[in-house]
């Protein structure tokens, strides 16, 4: 059974970046033919798929943030990572992790997530 993890801080201030870490047990970040994404939905809003990176390290990133957007993967530790550079307080948002087989979400299988955590962008 896949568990996914994220973790990072809750509160980050206007103008830095954010950061968050996706710690996966119960399957390998390298297994084929997996996307390893992010999402985010802030409130009053629907989710807005942010990136992933896939099996093979590869990246993608949505249009609406790609230019803020990196995401990177530690196979090492099994982890992918967020970051979200000049954020504003309309960045606040819960942010998910989540792993789903490349396709899936074209049949309505959005795969494994993360509980989300609640990132906050405030001075």
């Known amino acids: 059974q896949v568990q996914l993890q994220e973790s990072g801080p809750g509160l980050v201030k206007p103008s830095q970046t954010l950061s968050l870490t996706c710690t996966v047990s119960g399957d390998s970040i390298t297994t084929n033919y997996y996307d390893w994404s992010w999402i985010r939905q802030p409130p009053g809003k629907g989710l807005e798929w942010m990136g992933a990176v896939d099996y093979s390290g590869n990246t993608y990133y949505g249009p609406s943030l790609k230019s803020r957007t990196s995401i990177s993967r530690d196979t090492t530790k099994n982890q992918f990572t967020l970051q979200l550079v000049s954020v504003t307080p309309e960045d606040t948002a819960v942010y998910y992790c989540?792993?789903?087989?490349?396709?899936?979400?074209?049949?309505?299988?959005?795969?494994?997530w993360g509980r989300g955590t609640q990132v906050t962008v405030s001075s």
């Open positions: 989540a792993r789903w087989r490349r396709g899936g979400p074209l049949t309505n299988d959005f795969g494994s």
